[in-house]
């Protein structure tokens, strides 16, 4: 199976930056996703990495490196909007997407 | 609004019994994806659908099947259910088979088994 690895829970304060790391062992990679969701809502997709290195999309950024199987997802400039749970997924060989449990954002004022 | 849409929103039922979530694709996509999510299990990949036909099987049970018709959308069946059962059901889909394709989330189906 799949194993991927994201902390519970971060918190930050409006207007700073927070970056969330993930790192993940599967059989074949075929690209990380990251998606943010709203309690209670469906995830909505925020950034693809498939080559090693930096994807910048307005205020968010994602990073990957493939021989460490490690990501991480910047947020910066951060608002209360952004207060969500974000979850990480890889595409194995097989091209199925397993997803990780997801971190928790808490931005305060 | 990702332009996947699913039915029912809510569904609430009793244990044994045999429900079916309804999913239908972004406008041109191919693929129809189901996930599980419970509060214990995250978000669980249960199976993909590509034009038709079966393309990827996840961690779904035999009480569970699915299928995706002619005009691509897709139908999940949930049978003899359980309290375990209860979980938000999303759909996703995409246009192609897999490679790079990103997968867009329907608005999920809210099942309560009781």
């Known amino acids: 199976g799949q194993n991927i690895d994201q902390p519970t829970e971060m918190t930050a304060t409006e207007g700073a930056i927070v970056q969330i790391n993930c790192t993940y062992q599967t059989s074949g990679f075929n690209g990380l996703f990251w998606y943010q969701q709203h309690a209670g809502e469906a995830p909505t997709f925020l950034s693809y990495?498939?080559?090693?290195g930096l994807e910048e999309k307005g205020r968010f950024s994602s990073f990957l490196s493939r021989s460490k199987g490690y990501s991480y997802l910047l947020l910066k400039e951060l608002q209360m909007k952004d207060s969500a749970s974000y979850l990480c997924?890889?595409?194995?060989?097989?091209?199925?997407?397993?997803f990780g449990a997801g971190t928790t954002v808490t931005v305060r004022a | 609004d990702s332009g996947v849409t699913q039915t029912p929103k809510h569904l609430i039922t009793a244990t044994g019994q045999r429900v079916t979530l309804r999913c239908s694709p972004r406008s041109g996509d191919l693929s129809v994806y189901w996930y599980q999510q419970s509060l214990d299990q995250g978000l669980q990949f249960l199976i993909q659908y590509y034009n038709g036909e079966e393309r990827a099987k996840g961690n779904i049970l035999e009480r569970f099947s699915a299928q995706q018709f002619p005009d691509l959308h897709s139908e999940l069946n949930l049978s003899s259910l359980e309290l375990g059962d209860s979980a938000l059901y999303f759909c996703a889909s995409s246009a192609g088979g897999g490679g790079t394709d990103t997968q867009y989330f329907g608005p999920g189906t809210r099942l309560t088994v009781l």
């Open positions: 990495n498939v080559l090693d």
């Open positions: 997924a890889v595409r194995d060989g097989d091209y199925k997407l397993s």
